[in-house]
Nanobody, 120 residues
Framework: QVQLVESGGGLVQAGGSLRLSCAAS????????MGWFRQAPGKEREFVAS????????YYADSVKGRFTISRDNAKNTLYLQMNSLKPEDTAVYYC?????????????WGKGTLVTVSS
């Protein structure tokens, strides 16, 4: 059974940093492209970043480029999102997902999300 569990969310001041993790179990983690999405209150879910199976290629939404870094550790079955220079508009529930194509990335399996709140 495919399972994705996010962690690392919380409350942070603008300009601060957070590192999200997504632990995968029940399947071959390295066989999937992985990605992050987010959904702000009252808005649609939006793509944040994706990473190739070996982790050698990444793709970012323009809104986070230069501030966020996606990475993965296939030996630990874990996906990461390092978020720096956070802004209040980054406030959202962040979801990790597994898919087949880096861009446009579409999640086939989803976690339940972790809330990130950035205060001004």
């Amino acid at each position: 059974q495919v399972q994705l569990v996010e962690s690392g969310g919380g409350l942070v001041q603008a300009g601060g940093s957070l590192r999200l993790s997504c632990a995968a179990s029940g399947w071959i983690f390295s066989s999937y492209v992985m990605g992050w999405f987010r959904q702000a209150p009252g808005k649609e879910r939006e793509f944040v970043a994706s990473i190739s199976r070996p982790g050698s290629s990444t793709y970012y939404a323009d809104s986070v480029k230069g501030r966020f870094t996606i990475s993965r550790d296939n030996a630990k079955n874990t996906l990461y999102l390092q978020m720096n220079s956070l802004k209040p508009e980054d406030t959202a529930v962040y979801y990790c997902a597994a898919g087949s194509i880096m861009y446009p990335f579409r999640g086939e399996y989803w976690g339940k999300g972790t809330l990130v709140t950035v205060s001004s």
